[in-house]
C-alpha cells in the first residue's frame, strides 16, 4: 500500500530545488512513476522553472516534463497528474 503523502509530487520537487536537493529529484519522480506501474527507465525527465501561481504563496514551482525514450507520446493524464498542484 503506497504510503499517503499531503504534498503532491510537483511541491515536493521544488522544495528539494529551493533546498538545494536537486540531484534526488529525479529519483523522487522515478519512485513516483512506479508507485503508477509505469517503467521508469521508458521516461527521461526534464525540469522546468516556472513563475509560481499567484495564489501559492510562492515565488516558482519546478515544472515537471516526462518523455518517452520509445518516441511515443507521454500518456496525458500521466503529464497532468506529475505537475498537479494540489
Known sequence: MPRF???TLQMQITRMF???QSFFA???VQD???ERKE???A???QF???PAPPSSGEVMVIEIELKRKDGQ???PWLQQEVNRHS
Open 48 to 50: 522546468h522553472e516556472k
Open 43 to 45: 521516461y527521461d525527465v
Open 5 to 7: 503523502n499531503p504534498y
Open 73 to 75: 507520446p507521454v500518456d
Open 26 to 28: 529525479i529519483t523522487k
Open 18 to 20: 529551493q533546498q538545494g
Open 32 to 34: 513516483w512513476l512506479k
Open 39 to 41: 517503467d521508469p527507465n
